[in-house]
Nanobody
Framework: QVKVDESGGGLVQPGGSLTLSCVVS????????MAWHRQAPGKQRELVAY????????HYEESSKGRFTISGDGARNMLTLQMNNLKPEDTAVYFC?????????WGQGTQVTISS
């Protein structure tokens, strides 16, 4: 059974930093890409950034450009999101997604709260 485990969420003040991590286990087949999404209260889930392992390519949505850095480790099926200069509007549950041809896996989410 495939598991997607996120960690690193928490409560920080505006301007602070957090690092989220995600690890996929239970699947020996190649994970081709991973992504972070988030869902704020009362809003739809939205993409934050994604990473394609084969070419080490990254993509950021406008909300995360310049403040967040996504990185991946294909050998360990691991994804990291370094978040800097956090704002109250970054408050959300952050979900990790892992993809391979024909399959899509999601974690349970980790809460990130930005508040003074």
């Amino acid at each position: 059974q495939v598991k997607v485990d996120e960690s690193g969420g928490g409560l920080v003040q505006p301007g602070g930093s957090l690092t989220l991590s995600c690890v996929v286990s239970g699947d020996d087949r190649t994970i081709t890409s991973m992504a972070w999404h988030r869902q704020a209260p009362g809003k739809q889930r939205e993409l934050v950034a994604y990473y394609i392992f084969s070419v080490a390519a990254t993509h950021y949505e406008e909300s995360s450009k310049g403040r967040f850095t996504i990185s991946g480790d294909g050998a360990r099926n691991m994804l990291t999101l370094q978040m800097n200069n956090l704002k109250p509007e970054d408050t959300a549950v952050y979900f990790c997604q892992a993809r391979r041809p024909g399959a899509d896996y999601w974690g349970q989410g980790t809460q990130v709260t930005i508040s003074s």
